[in-house]
């Protein structure tokens, strides 16, 4: 990085052709005695500005893992990562915490709202840490909140909202202090169908905006919100392909569907 032997910059030459997120390698093994669990094995990935990318997989085949370390929520046991071209295994936890607070917006099953606060107060959690002052976040909760189809609910406390409604408001909180990348683990694991479909529309329109989104889910029909589809069985990617390809995928769509049948 600090090596100056060309003219113009790497980062500039390149532009957003450098991949965001660059795995080589990557494995995780939980737990040092008699038997470790191998979460993730030698998994090599790319993710570049502007993906939408869906990871699928039978529980417990290391899509939480597997996301975790790409949002630096967890270090791999080997291999490397580089963030936009700079090798972060190495940094401290506290660079690890700036990253994620300054760069990545992360959504989860359980919404996590603090259940004492308005919907607007929620949202402005992450800028009180990020030192914005008090009118200027006010503002932009609101606005947040109004982005993600909520301005109707600016003063609702959690348990006055719909499920999907907390999940969009957890959305607008993520998007705080404007990450370059959300990361969101089954965030509609708990979602009746149409508030599911409210906070895939939410995503969607933010990754058209130019969020790079990764989402993790086993419901096909959200994953067929995505542009590319990774397939996760027992740690290892066993297939990457445009979602719109996935043959396997819209049948599966389509028995999910005829399953909710009346
Ligand atoms: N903190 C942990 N300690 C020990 N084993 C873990 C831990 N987290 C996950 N695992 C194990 O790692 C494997 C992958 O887990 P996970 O990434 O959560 O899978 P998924 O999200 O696909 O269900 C599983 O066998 C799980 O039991
Ligand atoms: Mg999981």
Excluded: C
């Excluded at 490397?80 to 300054?102: F, N, Q």
């Excluded at 760069?103 to 949202?123: D, K, M, R």
């Amino acid at each position: 990085m600090s090596e100056q032997t060309h003219a113009v910059p790497e980062a500039v030459q390149e532009g957003s052709a450098e991949a965001l997120i660059r795995l080589q390698g990557i494995s995780k093994v939980y737990g040092k005695s008699k038997e470790p669990v191998v979460a993730l094995s030698d998994v090599d990935l790319v993710v570049r500005r502007r993906e939408f990318v869906a990871i699928m997989g039978p529980s417990g085949s290391g899509k939480s893992t597997l996301l975790s370390i790409m949002g630096l929520l967890d270090r791999p046991t080997s291999g490397s990562y580089l963030l936009e071209g700079v090798d972060v295994t190495g940094l401290k936890d506290k660079e690890l915490a700036r990253i994620r607070r300054d760069h990545f917006g992360f959504i989860f099953q359980h919404y996590n709202l603090f259940p004492e606060l308005t919907a607007v107060e929620n949202v402005e959690v992450p800028m009180i840490y990020a030192g914005v002052p008090a009118r200027d976040r006010r503002r932009r909760a609101k606005e947040l909140l109004e982005q993600v189809g909520l301005g109707h609910r600016l003063n609702h406390r959690p348990a006055e909202m719909s499920g999907g409604e907390q999940q969009r408001t957890a959305i607008a909180r993520a998007l705080a202090n404007a990450p370059t990348v959300l990361f969101a683990d089954e965030p509609t694991g708990n979602l009746p169908t149409e508030q599911g479909r409210q906070v895939m529309q939410a995503l969607k329109e933010l990754n058209e905006q130019g969020m790079t989104v990764l989402v993790v889910t086993h419901d096909p029909g959200i994953a067929l919100w995505s542009q590319r589809l990774l397939t996760i069985r027992d740690g290892r990617i066993v297939s990457d392909e445009p979602t719109a390809q996935s043959q396997l995928l819209k049948t599966q769509a389509a028995l999910f569907a005829e399953d909710v049948e009346p």
